[in-house]
Nanobody, 129 residues
């Protein structure tokens, strides 16, 4: 079983920035799309962003477009981490952020939660003054 580990969450003031990390393995990132999801208080789990194995990106929530960037570590020997850079954070960004692996290899991104497996434990992001 593949294990994904998120980190980088925390408490930040509105307008601040955070960079979340999702550590997997280079082999996983070479074959599978990795997506970020968010569970906000009182809301359903929603897709935020995704990175394909070829470096393609998707941003699903209108509220995050232009403020979030998903990327992969490009150093060959450490290319096992997907990042979610979050800028100009707003209170609505508060929630637990999860990364997950697309179940099928070679597939493009999808916003559907059931298309993903090996969910990490999540990292809490709180945006508050």
């Amino acid at each position: 079983q593949v294990q994904l580990v998120e980190s980088g969450g925390g408490l930040v003031q509105p307008g601040g920035s955070l960079r979340l990390s999702c550590e997997a393995s280079k082999l996983v990132l070479d074959y599978y799309a990795i997506a970020w999801f968010r569970q906000s208080p009182g809301k359903e789990l929603e897709a935020i962003s995704c990175l394909t194995r070829n470096g393609g990106t998707e941003y699903y929530a209108d509220t995050v477009k232009g403020r979030l960037t998903v990327s992969r570590d490009n150093e060959a020997w450490t290319a096992n981490t997907v990042y979610l850079q979050m800028n100009n954070l707003i209170p609505a960004d508060t929630g637990v952020y999860y990364c997950a692996r697309r179940i099928e290899p070679y597939k493009d991104c999808s916003p559907v939660t059931t298309d993903y497996a090996d969910w990490g434990q999540g990292t809490q992001v709180t945006v508050s003054s």
